[in-house]
């Protein structure tokens, strides 16, 4: 646990989020937002703990969180990546890369667009902004550009974890997963997948943002069941189109993160931290609604 100074909790109140060194160490702190409106931010405060328990069960590199109250607001606290390494956004590889997935094919259209936006302008330069509205990133389009950066030496490795975080962010709806929010740690010349800022899982008012193809299920109207249809529609393309080997790898991470464990993962983060007003009866419903509707489908493609 993370204990803070007077001065330190006063600096950090003052903003939503930002970087602060305590000692000698950077960290990033955000406030712990609830998902969905319904829920105050006492109720929610702990979801990005138990997602990372849950990374950590699939073997999957998550940043690490702690969490701090400091007057009335709950605040998440992670060590900075660069630690251990050297960090990039998977937006900021794009970027090196030159690779730009923007999603609109007419580029005079897209010029008028930056043109008469001030959001837009410069869109060349910021690839991901149009990627970031619709919140869609295709694991496709990361593999390739993944392969381009480290080459095939490491990408067996790298596509495992994306696949990881693909299907762990079906099972929690993490709506979220723009190119902003995962990355890769460089250190000793390996390059590791990391996921990071998971708070906005169970927000199941949109798909899931990392997906098997590009999603036109962009229906602001959709209702939360289509959304959960919609990803396990993206999940069943993904085991029909791949390999025995990452159909299998899919089936062990759903085995790992049944309900049960995923209750006992809560429990723990409650106990640990003293978040007594933590909902974890009302995350729990949602994810083991979820994962019964998921595990009906995959079920009938004959998969254990």
């Not at 008028?112 to 330069?125: F, G, Q, R, T």
């Not at 949109?206 to 939360?224: F, G, I, R």
């Not at 999940?235 to 464990?261: A, D, G, H, V």
């Not at 994810?287 to 009906?296: D, H, P, T």
Request: one cysteine or more; a negative charge; charged letters at 30%.
């Amino acid at each position: 646990m993370i204990s803070l100074t007077k001065e330190e909790m006063e600096k950090i109140s003052k903003y939503y989020s930002g970087n602060i060194t305590l000692n000698n160490k950077v960290y990033y702190f955000k406030v712990a937002e609830p998902p969905v409106p319904e829920l105050s931010s006492a109720a929610a405060a702990g979801l990005e703990l138990v997602v990372e328990k849950a990374c950590k069960a699939i073997n999957l590199h998550c940043a690490h969180y702690e969490i701090v109250k400091i007057f009335d607001t709950y605040y998440y606290l992670s060590e900075d990546i660069n630690t251990y390494g050297t960090f990039k956004k998977l937006s900021e590889i794009d970027n090196e890369m030159n690779d730009k997935f923007v999603r609109i094919d007419d580029k005079t259209k897209l010029n008028e667009i930056a043109k008469d936006d001030p959001l837009v302008s410069n869109i060349y330069d910021r690839p991901f902004l149009i990627e970031n509205m619709d919140s869609n990133v295709s694991m496709y389009n990361v593999w390739v550009l993944l392969e381009k950066k480290y080459g095939k030496e490491y990408i067996e490795e790298l596509m495992r974890d994306l696949i990881k975080t693909y299907v762990l962010d079906i099972l929690f709806y993490n709506s979220d997963r723009h190119a902003s929010n995962f990355g890769v740690l460089e250190s000793n010349g390996k390059p590791t997948l990391y996921v990071f800022d998971n708070s906005l899982s169970f927000d199941n008012s949109k798909n899931a943002a990392l997906s098997a193809k590009y999603m036109k299920y962009e229906d602001d109207n959709t209702s939360s069941r289509d959304n959960l249809i919609n990803n396990l529609r993206d999940l069943r393309e993904f085991l029909s189109t791949s390999s025995e080997e990452y159909n299998q790898l899919c089936m062990q991470i759903i085995n790992k993160l049944s309900p049960e464990y995923i209750g006992r993962i809560m429990f723990e983060v409650i106990n640990e931290n003293n978040l007594d007003e933590f909902r974890d009866d009302y995350f729990y419903i949602k994810y083991k609604n979820n994962y019964e509707l998921l595990y009906s489908m995959i079920h009938k493609r004959g998969l254990k």
